[in-house]
C-alpha cells in the first residue's frame, strides 16, 4: 500500500464509509431541516447547494482530514507564490497572476510578472479597440467583420466555450469562429462564411509547433493568399498568441502581431492570457476583464477562505469521496444554460489532462485511483438521452447540476420550465421513488410485474450550482472554481495536475506514420499487424 492509502485519514474514511453504509438521504432532510445551510456555500456570484450528497459531518471532517494531512494549505501557496510546482517541466503555475487584479506584485524566479501581463493586456486593449473602431482595416481597406481562431486544446476550448457563454455580449458586426480539426473540412466550412478582405485569423499556439494547428494555419494562408496575392497584406489579416514568439515571427507573422504570454501559463489554463484575444475580439476588452475579476474572485475566495467553507476544496473533496470511497468512476457536468454548451467538453480537458494520472510525484504509480472520467452536456437535452442511467442504471454518477439564472425576457415560460427541470432533476436525484409510491400512484390497477421497473432508488448524489446570472464575471468564477477543484484533487492524489506526458506518444507514432504515409519508399514493417493493415488500406486507397 502507498502512504497515502495507509495514511491514517485515508483509513478513517475507509471505515467511516462502511459505518454509514447505505445512507438514506431523505432520512437526513427528514431528521436535519437544517442541512442545506449547513452544506451549502455562496463565493463570487455563485450558489453551491452540495447538501444531496451521500455525506454526513462526520464525512465531511474525515475529508478536511485529508485535505489537512496532505498539506492543502502549503501546496495552495506554493501556487500562488510561483513555485515550481511542476516539477516534471520545472516551470511555476501561475495562471492565477493573469487575473491578479490587485495591485500586489507576483514574483517567480525573483522577478515580479505583472509588468509583463499588464502590457500584454494593454497590447490586447489598444488591438481590440483598433479593430472594433475600423481604425484596423484589411488589405482593401474594408473593416474586419470576421475572427477565425485556429487552435487546439488549451488554445480553442476556453476562448469557445467562453464565446458561446458570453453570446449576449458579442461586439455587434464581429463574426467568431473557432477551428481546431486538423479535418480540412473543419477549416473549410469556416472558410465558407469568410471573405479575406475581412477576415481576421488568430493562430493560437503556445508552443507554436503543433501539428493541427500550423496545418490549418498553412491552409488558411494559402486561401488567404489565393485572393490577396501579395504576402505583405498577411500583417493585416494574421496574429498570432503564442510563448515561442521567434517562432510564430519565423512563421512569418509580424512581430508587432505577436501576443506573448509565458511558459508558467499551462495550456488548459490559458484563457485568462492572450489565448483570451479571439474572445476578446469578440465580446470586447472590457468584458474580457470582468472575466478576469470574476476569476480573481474566486482566487481570493479559495485563497482565503477556511478549509471547509471552501467552495473549490468542498467541490474536490466530494469528488474524491466518491471516486475513491464510494467506487465512481465517472462524474457528469450538466449545464441548464444554452450558452454553456460547451462547459463539459472544456472541463474533460482541464479535468482528465491534469489528474489522468498513475504516477505520483515521487515517481511511484499510485495505488488509488485519480482522474474520474468527465462527462455531460447539456441537462434539458440530456434528460432525453442519458438521464436513464443516471437515475436507474447500475452505476453511481455524482453530478453537477448548474443554472444560471435566467433573466426576465420574452421567453420567461421557456425559461421558468428551464428551472424546475434543473430544481426538479436534483430532488429526483436524491429522493428517488419508493416501492410503496410506486404503487400507491398505480392504485387501484396495481400491475405487480411492472412495479419494480418504476423504483427510483433514490440517493443518487448532486451538487447544484446556481449563478446569480451569466455574465463574464461569474463566467471567470465559475471557470477558476473547477480549475482549483483539479488542483485541490491532484494535491490529495499527491500528482502533478500541470504536465501532459500522457499525450506525447500518440504524436510521436503519429509522425512516424504520417511519413509512411506520405513517402511509399518508408517502410511499414517495423508496425504490428494490425497498424500495418491499416496503412496499406490507406495508403491503397489514396
Ligand atoms: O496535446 C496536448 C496539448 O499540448 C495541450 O496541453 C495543449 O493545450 C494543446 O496541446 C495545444 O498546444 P499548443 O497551444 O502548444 O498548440
Not at 58 to 86: C, D, P, Y
Not at 132 to 152: A, L, M, N
Not at 348 to 376: A, C, F, L
Amino acid at each position: 500500500m502507498s502512504t497515502l492509502t495507509e495514511s491514517p485519514a485515508w483509513q478513517a474514511l475507509v471505515s467511516h464509509k462502511q459505518a454509514i453504509h447505505p445512507l438514506d438521504l431523505r432520512a437526513e432532510f427528514r431528521s436535519d431541516p437544517g442541512r442545506v445551510e449547513r452544506f451549502s456555500i455562496e463565493a463570487a456570484g455563485i450558489f453551491l447547494d452540495y447538501s444531496k450528497n451521500l455525506i454526513t459531518n462526520e464525512t465531511l471532517k474525515g475529508l478536511l482530514a485529508l485535505a489537512t494531512q496532505q498539506q492543502l494549505e502549503v501546496w495552495r501557496q506554493r501556487m500562488f507564490e510561483g513555485e515550481v510546482i511542476n516539477t516534471t517541466e520545472q516551470r511555476a503555475v501561475l495562471h492565477t497572476a493573469l487575473r491578479n487584479r490587485s495591485d500586489q506584485p507576483v514574483y517567480y524566479a525573483g522577478q515580479d510578472v505583472m509588468p509583463d501581463i499588464r502590457a500584454v493586456l494593454a497590447r490586447m486593449k489598444s488591438f481590440c479597440h483598433a479593430v472594433h473602431s475600423h481604425e484596423w482595416r484589411g488589405y482593401t481597406g474594408q473593416p474586419i467583420d470576421t475572427i477565425v481562431s485556429i487552435g487546439i486544446g488549451g488554445s480553442y476550448l476556453g476562448p469557445k466555450m467562453a464565446h458561446s457563454a458570453l453570446k449576449p455580449f458579442t461586439v455587434p458586426g464581429i463574426g467568431t469562429y473557432f477551428v481546431s480539426n486538423v479535418d480540412a473540412d473543419d477549416l473549410q466550412d469556416v472558410l465558407q462564411n469568410c471573405n479575406p478582405e475581412t477576415t481576421l485569423f488568430v493562430i493560437a499556439s503556445k508552443t507554436f509547433t503543433t501539428q493541427e494547428t500550423m496545418l490549418n494555419a498553412d491552409a488558411a494562408k494559402a486561401w488567404f493568399l489565393a485572393s490577396s496575392c501579395d504576402q505583405k497584406h498577411l500583417a493585416k489579416h494574421f496574429v498570432a498568441v503564442s510563448a515561442n514568439r521567434e517562432g510564430a515571427v519565423a512563421y512569418g507573422i509580424d512581430n508587432a502581431c505577436v501576443f506573448e504570454f509565458w511558459d508558467w501559463v499551462g495550456g488548459r489554463y490559458s484563457l485568462w492570457s492572450a489565448i483570451g484575444l479571439p474572445l476578446a475580439l469578440s465580446i470586447g476588452m472590457s468584458h474580457f476583464e470582468q472575466l478576469l475579476e470574476g476569476a480573481y474572485a474566486m482566487d481570493q475566495h479559495f485563497m482565503n477562505t477556511p478549509l471547509a467553507d471552501n467552495m473549490p476544496v468542498i467541490l474536490a473533496l466530494l469528488g474524491v469521496w466518491y471516486h475513491n470511497f464510494c467506487g465512481a468512476s465517472s462524474h457528469v457536468v450538466l449545464p441548464y444554460n444554452q450558452h454553456l454548451q460547451f462547459l463539459p467538453e472544456y472541463l474533460q480537458q482541464q479535468d482528465m489532462e491534469s489528474n489522468g494520472k498513475s504516477i505520483d510525484r515521487d515517481g511511484h504509480t499510485v495505488d488509488y485511483t485519480t482522474g474520474p472520467v468527465i462527462w455531460g452536456s447539456l441537462g434539458s437535452n440530456a434528460q432525453h438521452a442519458y438521464y436513464q442511467l443516471i437515475h436507474q442504471g447500475t452505476q453511481l454518477i455524482p453530478s453537477d447540476l448548474i443554472l444560471a439564472i435566467p433573466s426576465e425576457s420574452e421567453h420567461s415560460e421557456q425559461q421558468v420550465a428551464l428551472a424546475a427541470n434543473f430544481i426538479a432533476q436534483s430532488e429526483a436525484l436524491m429522493r428517488g421513488k419508493n416501492i410503496d409510491e410506486v404503487r400507491r400512484e398505480m392504485e387501484p390497477d396495481i400491475d405487480e410485474a411492472l412495479v419494480p421497473h418504476k423504483v427510483f432508488a433514490g440517493n443518487r448524489p448532486s451538487n447544484t450550482l446556481l449563478l446569480d446570472t451569466l455574465n463574464p464575471k461569474t463566467l471567470g468564477a465559475l471557470i477558476a472554481l473547477y480549475e482549483h477543484k483539479v488542483f485541490v484533487q491532484g494535491v490529495i492524489w499527491n500528482i502533478n495536475s500541470f504536465d501532459q506526458w500522457g499525450v506525447e506518444l500518440g504524436k510521436q507514432l503519429g509522425k512516424t506514420i504520417l511519413k509512411t504515409l506520405t513517402d511509399t519508399s518508408n517502410s511499414h514493417h517495423s508496425h504490428d499487424s494490425s497498424t500495418k493493415a491499416l496503412i496499406l488500406r490507406l495508403m491503397n486507397k489514396k
